[in-house]
């Protein structure tokens, strides 16, 4: 595991890439494909960095009521990751009965953060060949989704799967495919597939 | 025809995917850096300053007695509210740890601190029962360069730095940070 530092801080490499990574994948969005994200990206990663923080508290009471301001510094661990993924999940399951956009564009977004992530990660691991293989996918995943995705004769839950599966190909060639990371990539990827799977069913495309 | 391209790219995508996971061994292809320490130093990969200092238990304690086994080696006084926080996390992952190759020292900067009764109150404060050499002269903090408490080297069984982390650590950082070295 890398560390950045940040002024008097040491900051986990994995917290840096998930927050470069949700800024770039909007912007790949916005400036490639022409769709632009609306509230519930920020909202969706807002309560998931809410919760997983916060639940440091519930994870650690007797820490948090001793010493409150270790909430500052810590976080609730894998246990909050996994809190924080379900609320997430029932966030976009929510938000998207409302508002058919979500469904539309959350698994494109997904998968554009997955890669974008990845390839920032392994940037800062210094891990250049992995690095490049990710960066080179999450090119070909802008040009298809760019080109691809609005015709009709491309089924459009059949491409993020190949996208999605090649990318799984690159991790498992540099480590092992078993790791709670990936599970939660694959996790939300299906319930963003699901959603998108049942916005086509309803007669309308990307 | 693209719907069989997709299709066939995602079949030996998952074929691609079994073959490295069930028929090789799982193992990283990250080569294991082979650093060969030249010096004494505060380098990554370089042997950590070894130092002798007392403990609070009034016990001689020198780092380089600690060889063949992996070190957290912590600096922190009572008066960093982030050494506050992390001591609870550090006693818990000592205590997690009795029978294991991980040994924390951690060292107080008894210079710069509020005197034996504050450090005392600390310690009973959290129970804290693992090795705390006391820096009175603040010579080891100047060795290791300590410009921001809590600071932490983690070094593996051969003395030699593997990581530096400036601010407080959890228990499960402290487990992943001693289980990925040697």
């Known amino acids: 595991m890398s560390y950045i530092p940040i002024f008097h801080l040491t900051i986990p490499a994995i917290w840096i890439a998930v927050l470069l990574a949700a800024a770039v994948a909007k912007l790949f969005m916005r400036f490639f494909t022409g769709e632009k994200i609306g509230e519930w990206y920020w909202n969706a990663l807002t309560f998931y960095i809410l919760t997983w923080k916060l639940s440091y508290s519930l994870f650690h009471f007797e820490n948090f009521c001793n010493m409150p301001l270790s909430i500052l510094y810590f976080n609730g661990g894998l246990y909050g990751h996994f809190l924080g993924i379900v609320v997430v999940s029932i966030y976009l399951i929510m938000v998207q009965k409302k508002q058919w956009k979500v469904a539309k564009q959350s698994a494109f977004a997904w998968l554009l953060f997955f890669l974008s992530y990845q390839a920032i990660l392994q940037s800062f691991e210094k891990n250049v060949v992995e690095a490049i293989l990710h960066t080179l996918l999450l090119i070909i995943s802008i040009l298809a989704i760019r080109f691809l995705a609005k015709r009709t004769d491309v089924p459009n839950v059949l491409l993020l799967a190949a996208l999605l599966t090649l990318e799984l190909l690159i991790s498992s060639a540099f480590g092992s495919l078993w790791s709670w990371q990936n599970a939660t990539f694959i996790l939300l990827a299906i319930v963003t597939s699901i959603m998108y799977i049942r916005f086509e069913q309803k007669g309308q495309t990307l | ?182």
């Open chain 2, 1 to 182: 025809m693209i719907k069989k391209i997709l299709f066939g790219i995602l079949l030996l995508a998952a074929i691609g995917i079994m073959a490295l996971n069930f028929f090789t061994k799982s193992e990283s292809t990250k080569q294991s850096e082979t650093i060969t320490p030249t010096s004494t130093g505060l380098s990554l990969g370089a042997k950590a300053p070894d130092f002798t200092l007392t403990d609070q238990h009034g016990q001689t304690v020198q780092l380089s007695d600690y060889h063949g086994k992996k070190v957290i080696l912590n600096f922190w006084a009572t008066w960093c509210p982030p050494c506050r926080a992390e001591m609870p996390h550090m006693q818990q992952f000592h205590e997690n740890n009795l029978d294991g190759d991980v040994e924390i020292l951690a060292v107080n900067l008894t210079e710069q601190d509020n005197g034996e009764q504050a450090i005392g109150s600390f310690i009973d404060e959290f129970g804290l029962t693992f090795t705390m050499p006391m820096d009175e002269t603040g010579s080891v903090a100047q060795t290791y360069q300590i410009r921001t408490v809590p600071t932490t080297y983690i070094l593996n069984t051969k003395g030699e730095i593997a990581q530096k982390i400036i601010g407080p650590m959890d228990e499960q950082i402290m487990k992943n940070q001693t289980d990925s070295i040697d």
